[in-house]
């Protein structure tokens, strides 16, 4: 993929602003999709099936901007926007907000990946009691959507927590909580290796449509390139103590 390309899929809106850009990028990302695809076909006959779903991402990333033009663009902006913000904390709950603008959903949270062991801990929430904060305070299970998010580095739906047998150890507080359906989407490096998860909730059975789950996972890469930038992750306690009076651009 050429450097036009390469800007386009990690969200960089300058390019789009040159003169005669537009043509550009689309071939860019036409030639970019079918280089992907060869690749990847490649590699699954040769049984590299996880190395193959990698390139595939790539190539469903190029697609969207193809089939998507207009909301790529304000992803983009979206993005270029959370880069400015120094504060982690911030900078996930920005990015929870559109989340949910984007998944029709009132309330959801933001997990970051522990490097060393893989747990998910919270650090950004929206619509949720302490007492869902502290049940799912580490998630280190493959049992919850965004464990199975996380284990499977894919996007998981839940669209009944109640009838789906595998929810049932979080069922009771789902049930405090008041949400029956829930999607988990994988946050992601550059490379495809996870940096945490994006859940949104639902108070009624409900299962996103593929479109709006396609949306999602785009946002959802674009946003993980932006946390992974950020080399180490701060804790609450490191992030008490920030000056809020430089937290975002001016």
């Known amino acids: 993929m050429d450097a036009v390309a390469a800007g386009i899929a990690s969200g960089d809106p300058v390019l789009l602003d ?18 992907f ?9 040769s049984g590299q099936l996880e190395r193959a779903r990698k390139i595939e991402r790539y190539a469903d990333c190029a697609r969207f901007d193809l089939d998507e033009p207009t ?3 304000q992803l983009y902006v ?19 907000e559109r989340m949910l603008s984007l998944a029709r959903a009132e309330r959801g949270n933001l997990q970051l990946a522990d ?10 929430h929206h619509g949720f009691d302490q007492g869902f904060l502290d049940h799912f305070a580490v998630v280190n299970d493959d049992l919850s959507a965004c464990g199975r998010a996380a284990a ?7 669209s009944d927590v109640i009838t789906d047998k595998r929810f049932e150890p979080h069922r009771q507080i789902a049930r405090a909580s008041r949400f029956r359906a829930v999607q988990s989407t994988p946050l992601v490096d550059k490379n495809g290796q996870l940096v945490g998860v994006v859940s ?3 108070p009624d059975p409900y299962a996103p449509s593929a479109q709006d789950l396609r949306i999602i996972r785009r946002y959802a890469d ?17 992030l008490a103590g920030a000056d809020l009076a430089e937290t975002l651009p001016a």
């Open 18 to 35: 040159a003169p005669g850009i537009g043509r550009r990028v689309q071939v860019a990302l036409e030639n970019a999709e079918a280089a």
């Open 115 to 124: 490097p060393a062991s893989g747990a998910l801990r919270i650090i950004a």
């Open 37 to 45: 695809l060869r690749s990847a076909a490649r590699l699954r006959g």
């Open 78 to 96: 979206t993005v270029a926007r959370l880069r400015q913000v120094r504060r982690l904390d911030i900078l996930a709950d920005l990015a929870l």
């Open 152 to 158: 499977r580095n894919m996007q998981v739906v839940i």
């Open 222 to 238: 674009l946003v993980g390139q932006v946390l992974s930038s950020r080399g180490s992750v701060e804790t609450p306690m490191d």
């Open 71 to 73: 909301l790529a663009r």
């Open 200 to 202: 949104t909730h639902y």
